[in-house]
């Protein structure tokens, strides 16, 4: 029996109609907004939007067709340790919420890099770090949109070209007329488009195992519970301090730093208002990764006696959930189409809050302060914004075809993102939490701790290291034809989804030659953010206490978290260092700038 997927008429209703959408509420916020007159409307929404909505979009701006296939696949294969994440992922939103929130929301800032100015007092560490977030954008945007491109490929018969050009059309003319209104609008209707569609294949699925309880027991007799790994091995793929770690490296990178996701907060009313959303987003967060994760559970019940890797079914384990529709489902019209659109939800969304973000960067960290640009009116200022993001759309779609041509050479691309997002959250780590790291300091630490990462992360690939340890699968019920019969045209349909998206982020080192002893390229991938945090914070203290550090009074105390500077400055107080405050007279400063500058 073979998997092959084919489009009936209404699941070509269920996707078109998720495109329709998009573009209609692009429309719309576009016609409200009498075209966002004003950039601060058209970035920010007028920072008056409503708590509820810009709640939905901020889960749905970071989940994508990674976590809908490649988080069922961790649970089918490694068992479900990866799920402690969440406690990590909480602790991590409370910290955003209590520590970082309050620091940043008051400030009214754009762009997030510009913390990083006021902080350090240089803009060329500004344009820096900003840099580098573009470049590791520009990587995501091409994966993003290429992966899920050529699942339409035998369901639809569209070419892989036709189905890029397709998406970041879309994608690029509803953030361009509709700002981040139509962002968080259309990530409302792809979120929950998410959430009920993968809803909706384990419920049909858990129908024949005999409910959730079925599944949890077939799932324990193979061994896939597993939640207390206390396993303290650094080198071990997950365990419970692992998963931890990757848990908060997730939420402060995401929620804390991250500018897409900024622009959520600066978008409501309030710093309460903003604070909210880091329960709400903790919420969502659990609820869809609770539902993705069950959906790998399902997957192992449902062949827990005839795995579909193993028998040739499929040629990567990540096609699971993907064959689960097909096979199982199939029969059910409008379900295919609603997977599709559901994976084709998470990838419109994460891409146009991407292609949001970067239209704000190059605006605001470097167009805006030109010369040429000066001059501007509010309204011209906002056209220029609007034909950045549907340029950004573009650079999605030419960095998709790019990605294409890669092959495996896209692992890359993930070891330099990797390489770049530690020592970026780790910047904005030592500005909240480390007052006596210096300009020079910062500098160093930003390119030492970038040098480092990028060399784990290649060093993984052109050296190699342990491909991590698969839990049993079974074949034992699977009929001798089925063993025997060559991997169907299923393979065709979704396979690129997965070699570009949860494959490489998740289980990049599964196709490494194997090494007789540990090395540090056999690190858990769980701790690549962390390191990135640690070493930009030690290299930076080391460099700053070396060309002298920063002394309370050299720095503004609203840009430092309160606590750190108070003890700071009782430190300072008991070595016998002068000390000399001038904060309230640069913040004073500042304000007065501000004050001058037209309104945005």
Avoid at 118 to 123: A, Y
Avoid at 126 to 144: P, Q, V
Avoid at 257 to 282: E, G, I, N, P
Avoid at 319 to 337: E, F
Wanted: proline fraction near 4%; hydrophobic fraction near 50%.
């Amino acid at each position: 029996m073979t998997a092959d997927v084919r489009f009936a008429a209404l699941d070509y209703v269920v996707f078109v109609s998720m495109l329709l959408v998009s573009l209609a509420i692009g429309v719309y916020s576009s016609l409200r907004g009498k075209g966002a007159a004003s950039t601060q409307a058209f970035l920010l929404g007028g920072r008056e939007m409503s708590v509820a909505p810009v709640a939905l979009s901020l889960v749905g701006g970071v989940i994508s067709a990674i976590s809908i296939l490649g988080l069922p696949t961790e649970m089918y294969l490694y068992g479900t340790q990866l799920t402690t994440n969440i406690i990590g992922l909480i602790v991590g939103v409370m910290v955003v919420k209590h520590v970082f929130l309050p620091i940043v929301y008051p400030l009214k800032l754009v762009s997030i890099y510009e913390y990083i100015e006021l902080r350090f007092k240089s803009r060329t560490l500004r344009k820096l770090a900003m840099a580098c977030w573009l470049m590791a954008s520009c990587m995501y945007l091409g994966s993003c949109l290429y992966a899920p491109s050529l699942a339409l490929l035998s369901v639809t018969g569209l070419p892989p070209w036709a189905s890029i050009l397709s998406m970041g059309l879309v994608c690029a003319v509803y953030i361009s007329i509709g700002g981040v209104k139509a962002v968080v609008y259309t990530d409302v209707v792809q979120t929950l488009l998410m959430f009920g569609g993968v809803v909706t294949v384990v419920a049909v699925s858990c129908k024949d195992l005999g409910g959730l309880g079925g599944v949890l027991q077939i799932a324990d007799r193979g061994g896939r519970l597993e939640f207390f790994n206390t396993d303290p091995s650094p080198f071990a793929r997950h365990t419970l301090w692992s998963t931890i770690v990757l848990g908060f490296y997730t939420a402060f990178s995401v929620t804390g730093t991250s500018q897409s996701q900024y622009q959520r907060f600066a978008s409501v009313k309030t710093l309460a208002d903003a604070q909210r959303l880091c329960s709400l987003f903790s919420v969502g967060v659990l609820l869809l990764w609770g539902v993705f994760y069950t959906s790998g559970l399902v997957a192992y019940a449902v062949y827990s006696d005839c795995d579909p890797l193993t028998a040739g079914r499929i040629q990567k384990a990540d096609q699971i959930i993907p064959y689960l529709v097909a096979d199982k489902l199939s029969h059910l019209t409008g379900l295919t189409g609603l997977f599709v659109a559901a994976v084709y939800g998470g990838v419109l969304s994460s891409l146009s809050s991407q292609c949001n973000a970067m239209a704000c960067i190059v605006w605001e960290d470097f167009l805006k302060e030109r010369p040429y640009f000066q001059a501007f009116s509010d309204r011209s200022a906002t056209n220029v914004v609007k034909i950045l993001s549907a340029i950004m759309g573009m650079v999605g779609i030419g960095m998709a075809f790019v990605v294409g041509n890669l092959g495996t050479i896209n692992h890359v691309i993930y070891a330099i993102d990797g390489a770049i997002g530690g020592p970026l959250c780790g910047l904005f780590f030592i500005g909240i939490f480390a007052p006596w790291v210096s300009t020079k300091g910062a500098f160093v630490g930003l390119f030492l701790s970038f040098v480092f990462n990028l060399w784990i992360g290649l060093g993984r690939f052109v050296v190699g290291g342990k491909a991590p340890v698969r839990l049993p699968l079974s074949v034992d019920a699977c009929a001798d034809d089925l063993l025997a019969t060559p991997t169907s045209s299923f393979n065709a349909t979704f396979s690129a989804i997965l070699n570009n998206t949860a494959s490489a982020s998740l289980d990049a080192t599964e196709a490494l030659p194997q090494t007789s002893s540990h090395t540090i390229y056999d690190l858990s991938y769980c701790y690549n953010g962390a390191i990135g945090i640690i070493m930009n914070f030690v290299i930076s203290s080391i460099a700053s206490l070396c060309t002298g550090p920063l002394l309370p009074g050299e720095i503004r105390s609203d840009l430092v978290h309160p606590p750190c500077s108070k003890l700071y400055r009782r430190l300072c107080s008991f070595l016998g260092l002068r000390l000399e405050d001038n904060s309230e007279k640069e913040f004073a400063e500042k304000e007065v700038t501000i004050s001058m500058l037209p309104a945005k």
